[in-house]
Structures are given as C-alpha cells and as structure tokens.
C-alpha cells in the first residue's frame, strides 16, 4: 500500500563524511552517517582516500538508512542530494549514485547546495515535541570548515550573504591550532574539550582589522603559531603545562571575532533572530556567547542540535522538501560544483 506523505532520500558525500536520511515530510526517519578514520594519519582530509571511502560506504550507508526508516526504495518521493560546494571526487560518488538511483525508480533528483542545507537544518520537524523555528527573516552565522558565513534568510529558499570570510574558515582556524598543538584531526572538537577546565583570559591574540561585516582568519592564526614557537623557545614544556588554558583563550578569541560582526549586522539590519550552524556551531563557547547575545539585544536565538550541525544528510533531505514543494527539480545533466555561493 502507498505510503501518506513525502518520503525523500537525501544523500551528502561532500567532504569525508557518507551520510543517508529518510524524511517523511520534514521529519527525520532515519539520519545514518559513516565517518573517515583514515584522515587522522594526514592531519587533514585527503581527497583521494574520502571520494574512495565514499565509494565503499555508500551502498551500506543507504541500506541501513532505508531499514531504519522501515520502508522500500518503491516507498520513496523523490531523491535529493549535494551538488556543491565540496571535494569534486567526493560530490561525485554521491551525486552519481543519486543519478542512477533516481532515473532506476523514475522518481525526481534534488540537487540540493550543502551550506543551504546547514542553515534549513533549523527547520527540521522533531517527531517527540513540538519546536520552534525560526521566522523571516532571520540571520544566520554558518561556520563549518570551509566556510564562515552571515546570511541573510527571507524565505526557505532565498539567501543573501551580509558577511563572510575573505581567507580561511574559522573552523580551518580551529583545526590548524590544534594541529599546531599536536592534536589530531580534526581538532576543533578537541580544543573545545581542552578549553573546557581553562582560563580564557589568560592570552590575548589580535582583531585583524577587516572593513564592513566580513571576516579574516588567516592572521590570527599565523599569530597563533608565532605564540606557540615563542614561547616554547622559552619553555619547551609551555604547551603541555598550559594547554586548557591556551585553548580556552584561543577559543574565546574565535568566537568573540564571529560575534562581534553578527553583532552588528543584527544592529545595522534590525533583524531580531540569529541562528547558528554548520561544525562549528557545536562549539560550547559560541553557544554560550550566543545566548549572551540573545539576553544583551533581546534577541531570539536558534542553536541546532547536535547531531544537525556537522555535516549529515537530513539537512539535505530537509532543504530538498522545500524544493520538492516547488516543483524544483535537477535533471541528469546536473554536475559537482566544488565552488559555488549560497
Ligand atoms: O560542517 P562540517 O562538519 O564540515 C564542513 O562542511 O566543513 O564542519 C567541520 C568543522 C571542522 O573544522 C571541525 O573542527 C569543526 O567543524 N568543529 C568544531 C567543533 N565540532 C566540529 N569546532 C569547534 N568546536 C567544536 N565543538
Ligand atoms: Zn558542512
């Protein structure tokens, strides 16, 4: 018997995580991701090695996805998947396996655009309570690891970047100190942890002055790396006796630099909600300064769950609903665009 509802599986492959979601309408059946180990002996992904894990764990990642949700490939709507931006061998696997599925059960393609899918994870259904989401229009601070991003959004599919990064992604800043503490990839999480137990006003690192609401990371973390070289000239032990307080200082640097610009373009825009996502808004310093914010311009604030703000692919099955309900649909033809905006 036909199910009632939309039933969409969504695929993200973008970078080094394989991830499958069923939806039924923009609730989440089933959300299965399988990780890259192997990452953490380079210090950083390799594309090569994530497009052929991508390729070994697609098939078993769809599978137990599809059993989660406890329903058939003929069950299914439509199948949605990123196009962009990402890794091009990456994008690949994904978006050929969704092809060939696709045109097999004659069913819609979604080509859905990753960091989109990060921001509408704010609209996901949870099936236990009832939640709120956020209102148009509202902004949203994207940090992932490639990206940091203040965007404007007025409807589910319609964005305007007020902000951005002119170099590296602050989640890119995250990674490199840790590595340059001798941490494994991918560090963020990790200095996060340290961080925790440390005293975060124990070392000041610089603004870099950039003009209007964009943002610059490289030279705060070459200044990192200078501090670190310095001062173990000094101590060869200053990292290991002072890493909890390194990381919560360095840490509470970040964050104050991303906030200050969504600050003020909450201030310039008028604009009376802030959501966060992407990796890094799993950081418990910007959520906790995110709800600072909230009190101080009596503003509402939107911080996703866990699971939703690293890469996974219920965000795109969730982008690719509101899709679906416009009838925008991707043919065969479509191709990875490994840089492509919001
Ligand atoms: O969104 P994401 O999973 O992948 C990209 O699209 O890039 O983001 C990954 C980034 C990495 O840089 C990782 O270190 C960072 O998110 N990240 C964190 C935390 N959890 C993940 N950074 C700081 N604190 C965390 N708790
Ligand atoms: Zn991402």
Redesign the pocket.
């Known amino acids: 018997m036909q199910k009632s509802g939309t039933y969409i599986l969504a695929i993200e492959s973008?970078?080094d995580?394989t991830s499958c979601a069923v939806l039924r309408d923009n609730t989440v059946l089933s959300n299965v991701t399988a990780g890259q180990e192997i990452h953490r002996l380079y210090g950083g992904v390799v594309p090569e090695l994530a497009s052929r894990d991508h390729q070994k764990n697609i098939v078993p990642v769809v599978d137990a996805a599809l059993k989660k949700a406890g329903i058939v490939l003929s069950d299914l709507s439509a199948i949605a998947v990123t196009a962009g931006p990402g890794l091009m061998g990456s994008l690949l696997v994904g978006l050929s396996f969704a092809k060939s599925l696709a045109l097999s059960l004659n069913i819609p393609l979604i080509a859905v655009n990753?960091m989109q899918g990060?921001i509408l994870a704010h609209f996901i259904k949870d099936e236990e309570e009832e939640n709120e989401m956020p209102a148009f229009p509202f902004l949203c601070l994207t940090v992932?690891?490639?990206?940091t991003q203040l965007v404007k959004i007025s409807d589910h599919l319609q964005f305007e970047i007020l902000g951005q990064t002119l170099d590296d992604?602050v989640?890119?800043a995250?990674?490199k100190a840790a590595k340059i503490l001798g941490l494994p990839y991918?560090?963020?999480?990790l200095?996060?942890k340290h961080a925790k137990s440390g005293d975060k006003t124990k070392y000041k690192f610089p603004f870099t002055h950039v003009p209007g609401n964009d943002y610059s990371f490289s030279g705060i973390k070459t200044s990192f790396l200078y501090f670190i070289q310095n001062n173990s000239q000094k101590n060869e032990n200053f990292v290991c006796e002072n890493l909890e307080d390194i990381c919560a200082s360095y840490q509470h640097h970040l964050i104050s630099v991303l906030l200050k610009n969504a600050r003020n373009v909450l201030k310039e825009t008028g604009i009376k909600q802030l959501a966060i996502a992407?990796?890094?808004s799993?950081?418990?310093e910007l959520r906790s300064q995110v709800l600072e914010l909230e009190k101080e311009l009596s503003i509402k604030t939107f911080i996703p769950p866990f699971e939703y703000?690293?890469?996974n692919a219920a965000m795109i099955g969730i982008t690719a609903y509101y899709k679906f309900l416009r009838n925008d649909f991707s043919d065969l033809s479509v191709i990875p665009q490994t840089r492509i905006g919001i």
């Not at 992932?144 to 990206?147: A, L, M, T």
């Open positions: 973008s970078c995580d990753h990060h992932s690891g490639g990206h992604a989640g890119e995250f990674d991918p560090g963020g999480p200095i996060d992407g990796g890094v799993a950081n418990s703000c690293t890469d």
